[in-house]
């Protein structure tokens, strides 16, 4: 009787699970074609499957703002150890004669060792878990209901597989204890012998009330933050594994359903799945410049609206099919028995009147892009990249907030005043400052500096960008780059006046009709002057040449500025006398490091250089932190909280040198400001790594352009 009563409650808990998970399931597959393939290279897919989900790799590294979490990876890896049990538990149910006994005694008494053991240590982790949430109160980790009730039914299990083992050990106490259950032979000892009725009654009741937890467990987890635990393997395997980490997909414009994110069901299906996967670890929100600074973005909280989202809209529309199909049925009942709309059936009433709630209900929610989704929310992002640095499972949360703010440029028509002035000016003179054209080869008065009419077919084309080109503090970066360029002879040209914006802060603010405009014109320049390599001081250029122009058919090799000078040393065309500051750090540029991974190029130009005094911040590489320019946010005002650039100058001001060198005109501008804001501007200045190398080297006696026609008559 007992074997049936498993048999049955086993396959009523697996229908449900399995019902569930196809609905949510569906609910994912709403979502749009993903137009990267997910599972190529399938065994190195595999491969991550076991370093990030079994092995947890991510979840045991540490950061400058978070600890290993010790407690989750006791919990996991002791779940998996403990599953074997589950599922001996569940086949044994079925079938009482096959259990793990039936292994030699060599394997599964030191698994039951292994399994007994595991069993105490995330028991203990659970109480911990416990203590930590409701005296500690971490912020961004609540003490919840569904916490409540998830933690609970873990400590519950490991209870009852001790009730369970420590009864059968109490009823033969007389015969010994099994030493591969020590922690279970402990309580055993402390139940003290039993009779067999009642060891045998304590067991049944340990065993049965396990069973039980397990099938409610199992089927309360897709609703539970734990969903994860369903979500994180399937989103590892399919995560993307292309260099272009910022994988924005080109948009068609001419389908205007394709005008960014309003309803979830535009985001792709590989998107949507990245909000199952989730662990609430935080860690993306703990590591986000705008929230550490006061502003209304948790990327956390974003994923999880995307989610809720998804999932009451699926919800109300399946009621919403169930209800039509039921009032179809009733009212062909209807006209068949005498039922009219004077006297109609009562069922038929109250269905009709079911679905106008559940019509009212869809209608009252708010909508995602703008409503659930906060505008400010999505506005505060400045696209670092350091949330999705730091997901254990892979969540790629830039690219949701840039597919919500085309929704809301292109379609919703709703654009910051700052913004609206940057996307005219970038429409009407090709550069975000809105400085005439015609002055775009200003910079370089007094310098011979090559254009490509000058010196056709050169190696590199170095692309200057709207700041090298008109901001004042930038210009000089850029002429300073002309000098090293020249010490060293590279073969170089500028584009002149045919060079445009990439399209950058078009694009990153969700303007990708602009964005488009400028692409394709810059692409057509590109391969008109047979460009094979760029080298640009600009890490938002070269983002963009390096992994959005080929979308338009612009394939190149494009190197920063700092890559290219590393070579130069490395390869004995660059020596510096002396260096000409005594005591830098060094600032990771967002675009430079995290989303183009060049994290010791700059570093070792630095070192070359030979400044004696190197010191590294505290965030810096992989978890620097941002100047707050990035996304648009360069020409955009921060209204709430603590201005991001002001944190990070801090932080530099903390190490107390009196140069921090950069690699992008974006962080000189904003970190010069910064250092203005604090009233330190004099006593620490901000280099880029090109002015760093060109105070340390002699001036370049002999003018570049004629040396290289020189070189080419000869």
Avoid at 65 to 78: A, D, E, M, Y
Avoid at 317 to 327: A, G, K, W, Y
Avoid at 367 to 377: F, H, M, N
Avoid at 474 to 484: F, G, H, L, W
Wanted: hydrophobic share 40%; charged share 20%.
């Amino acid at each position: 009787m007992a074997q049936v009563i498993f048999i049955l409650l086993l396959a009523a808990s697996l229908v449900f699970f399995i019902r569930t998970s196809w609905l949510f399931g569906r609910a994912v597959f709403a979502g749009t074609p993903d137009a990267r393939p997910r599972l190529d290279q399938l065994p190195a897919r595999l491969v991550d499957v076991g370093i990030y989900f079994f092995g947890q790799k991510k979840v045991a590294e540490e950061g400058p703002q978070h600890r290993t979490s010790k407690h989750h990876l006791i919990i996991f890896w002791g779940f998996l150890i403990i599953t074997i049990a589950t599922v001996d538990i569940f086949v044994s149910g079925v079938i009482p004669s096959v259990s793990l006994r039936l292994l030699p005694s060599l394997i599964y008494q030191p698994l039951y060792l292994l399994i007994d053991v595991m069993n105490l240590a995330v028991l203990m982790v659970i109480l911990w878990a416990f203590t930590r949430r409701i005296i500690v109160k971490p912020a961004l980790i609540p003490m919840n209901l569904d916490a409540g009730l998830i933690l609970g039914a873990i400590g519950s299990l490991m209870i009852t597989h001790f009730l369970y083992h420590g009864y059968h050990i109490a009823g033969s106490i007389e015969s010994g204890t099994p030493w591969y259950l020590p922690v279970s032979s402990f309580v055993g000892k402390a139940l003290g012998a039993l009779p067999d009725g009642a060891a045998a009654r304590g067991a049944n009741f340990g065993y049965w009330l396990h069973v039980l937890i397990l099938l409610t467990f199992l089927n309360y987890l897709p609703y539970s933050k734990h969903i994860h635990l369903l979500g994180a393997l399937p989103n590892i395997l399919t995560r993307n594994r292309s260099e272009r980490r910022m994988d924005l997909p080109k948009l068609n414009l001419e389908d205007e359903t394709q005008w960014g994110v309003g309803k979830f069901e535009q985001f792709s299906w590989k998107s949507l799945l990245d909000t199952y996967a989730c662990t609430e670890c935080a860690r993306c929100t703990n590591y986000c410049p705008a929230y550490n600074t006061g502003k209304n973005l948790s990327p956390m909280q974003l994923i999880h609206d995307i989610r809720y989202e998804m999932l009451d809209r699926i919800g109300l529309r399946d009621q919403q099919t169930e209800l039509e199909e039921q009032i179809a049925s009733l009212e062909e009942y209807s006209s068949s028995h005498g039922f009219d709309d004077a006297h109609p059936h009562p069922d038929l009433v109250f269905a009709r009147a079911q679905l106008a709630t559940v019509k009212a209900e869809a209608e009252a929610l708010p909508k995602l892009t703008g409503g659930r989704v906060a505008e400010d929310t999505l506005w505060a992002c400045t696209t670092c990249g350091a949330c999705q640095e730091v997901c254990p499972v892979f969540i790629e949360h830039p690219l949701k907030i840039i597919q919500m703010r085309q929704n809301l440029v292109l379609e919703q028509e709703k654009t910051p005043p700052e913004l609206q002035r940057t996307f005219r000016n970038m429409e009407r003179q090709s550069n975000p400052w809105g400085v005439g054209n015609d002055t775009r080869m200003d910079w370089a008065n007094g310098l011979n500096v090559p254009t490509i009419e000058d010196n056709p077919d050169p190696e590199y084309i170095l692309w200057v960008g709207c700041a090298g080109a008109f901001d004042a503090r930038i210009i000089k970066q850029t002429r300073a780059m002309v000098k090293v360029l020249d010490a060293a002879g590279v073969d170089y040209a500028v584009l002149g006046h045919q060079e445009g914006c990439t399209g950058d802060p078009a694009r990153r603010a969700g303007n990708e009709m602009l964005f488009q405009m400028h692409a394709e014109a810059n692409v057509e320049v590109l391969k008109s002057v047979n460009a094979k390599k760029v080298v640009t001081s600009c890490p938002h250029c070269l983002h963009t040449l390096r992994h959005d122009y080929p979308q338009f058919g612009g394939e190149f090799e494009v190197v920063h500025h700092t890559q290219l000078i590393d070579h130069l040393f490395q390869e004995g065309k660059l020596k510096s006398e002396k260096s000409p500051v005594d005591t830098i750090t060094y600032h990771d540029s967002c675009y430079l490091g995290r989303w183009n991974r060049e994290f010791d190029a700059p570093r070792n130009v630095i070192a070359a250089v030979g400044v004696p005094g190197v010191k590294e911040m505290t965030r810096s590489k992989r978890h620097g932190f941002c100047c707050g320019a990035g996304g648009g946010r360069m020409f955009m005002e921060e209204h709430d909280g603590k201005r991001v650039n002001v944190e990070r100058t801090d932080e530099i001001i903390e190490t107390g040198v009196t140069t921090v060198a950069v690699a992008c005109p974006f962080c000189n501008i904003m970190l010069t400001d910064g250092m203005k804001h604090r009233n330190v501007e004099d006593t620490i200045q901000v280099l880029d790594v090109a002015e760093l190398v060109a105070q340390s080297i002699p001036d370049v006696p002999v003018d570049r352009l004629v040396r290289k026609k020189k070189q080419a008559s000869t």
